[in-house]
């Protein structure tokens, strides 16, 4: 009976050599194409982390973080009065003084007050800042509702220039459904003036009243 070919040792040595780079080639490929897919992924993430993360605090006063409210409280003021206290802060770099015209008012929970700080730019130059802010109990940022602040525009002060700002707010009503505040005082909105290095240039705008307006 004849006997079928057979292939040597050395030959299917020789062939398994061949197919095997081939081989590792495409799947160092592959490996290459999902680690550079995950990096993408995670860069992408990093950008959208922000804000993402600053969405997340004005929406439930996560960290402190006050909310911003168009009008007064449909419900009105109520008879439960709380202490606000106001702190101001100054960031290394930046060359102004700033500080409340009060230090802590005593107000109805849903009563809308306006309420002052000035700042002094004390440098002989132009300089520009803008404020973070946020108020303690840190819970009770979901509570704290501000109509206007001075703290949602970068602010650019000429050499020497002093600036009264408002701030108007309001304490939600609803803070008082929130058993856990039962025993809350005091408030403190606190804010803090940061540098900006390359300010945004804008024409002054004419006419501007700067005359004080009274509570809304």
Known sequence: MDREPTISRDQSRTAKQGRGPSKGLGRDVLVASICGGVVA???????????????FCRATGFNGTTQVATS????????????????????PGLPWKFEPEQSEIEVNIGQVVTVFYTVTNQAARTTAGQAAYNVAPLTVGSYFQKINCFCFTEQTMAPGEKRE????????????DDHENDGLNTITLSYTFYPVRDPVVKPLASGEDDKRKGNL
């Open 41 to 55: 992924l995670m860069v992408g993430a990093s950008y959208a982390a922000v804000p993402f993360y600053n969405w």
């Open 72 to 91: 007064a409280p449909a419900t009105g003021p109520i008879a439960r009065k709380i202490a606000v206290r106001f702190d101001s802060n100054v960031a």
């Open 165 to 176: 700002m408002p701030v108007v707010f309001y304490v939600d009503p609803s803070i008082a």
